[in-house]
């Protein structure tokens, strides 16, 4: 069995409890605080490396006060730096939290999200059979090197691609060359109905909000709003792949272009909702990786996120992952 490569952001993520986000001129009390690694790729690793999965995090680090937490983070982890930046500052995530559990980011971007072509090369991508990619890290201006690293170094492999949570700022080109090499795309159910509108310039049709699906002879659809359906359907028809839409506490639907499913989510009380989407992802594709069923790993995955939104951050202590994912 080869390596899982997660390529994207390493930061720090300074978790800000607010009882309400202010308007413009407000002044609002926060009563707690604090700095925690965090990052999509590091969040969707961190499960992988929890579950002792073979994994790569290829995550550039730089400079400063950030930088020198990430750098000191992942040594306590037993992780590698495989890329250094010393010519720029390390950026960070500032994470608001409002008392229901919603988190609302504030990102500065910095040597975290800036990719050198020659940086990929040092990788033995031989020994690497899946991939994880962030569509954060393509919308900023080195993105193109990203894609042209997995154009690449990529065929053959199981490709991941998550969105991320501004799907509608991705520049539309780059997606569309990261959907030319077929990923298994893994995102929210909003994520989905907004990418599949930016593909066919239909919005109205994705809308949610309407009818919940129920004609399925088998009903592996009941219950699921129609237009995360349709959405899901387009998107999986244009990759040529698995798509996955969370729903949250309502599970995960997948479409495979051959069957289509849910899997019911795990109930949790809700402390944070920071980093749900990357552990999900993170727990998936160890699944996966280890030759288990769609729906054996999204069983998984959803007992995962469920138990990293019931704490506060993206990331757990390593037994509380396993015990999570039932390992």
Partial sequence: MGKMLF?????????????RLPRTAQDVIVYGQKTMLGGCAFNAFSVAHALGEPALLFSPVGTGAFGD????????EGVPVLVENPQMENGCC??????????????????????????FDALDMDEVDAVYSCGLEIEDPTGSLVVEFLERACAGKQLYFTPGPRPESLPMDLVERIYDLH???????????????????EADAFARGGAMDGDAA?????????????????????????????????????????RRGVVPGVAATVVDTIGAGDSHIGALMSARHRGESIEGALMRANRVASAVVGASGAHLPRERVAEAAGY
Avoid at 69 to 76: D, E, H, I, P, S
Avoid at 186 to 201: I, S, Y
Wanted: charged share 20%; aromatic share 10%; hydrophobic share 40%.
């Fill in 7 to 19: 390529v994207g952001v390493t930061c720090a993520d300074v978790v800000i409890n607010v009882d």
């Fill in 69 to 76: 937490f990430v750098r000191k983070g992942l040594a306590a």
């Fill in 94 to 119: 500032y994470c608001f939290v409002e008392p229901g559990g919603e988190r609302t980011f504030i990102a500065y971007h910095g040597a975290d999200y800036h990719y050198e072509s020659a940086w």
């Fill in 183 to 201: 990923p298994q795309l893994h995102m929210n159910a909003d994520e989905a109905c907004v990418a599949a509108a930016r593909l066919t310039g």
């Fill in 218 to 258: 088998d009903g592996d659809a009941s219950g699921v709003d129609q237009a995360v359906v349709r959405a899901v359907a387009v998107l999986q028809k244009r990759v040529g792949n698995t798509v996955f839409a969370t729903m949250g506490p309502d599970g995960c639907y997948f479409d495979t272009g051959e």
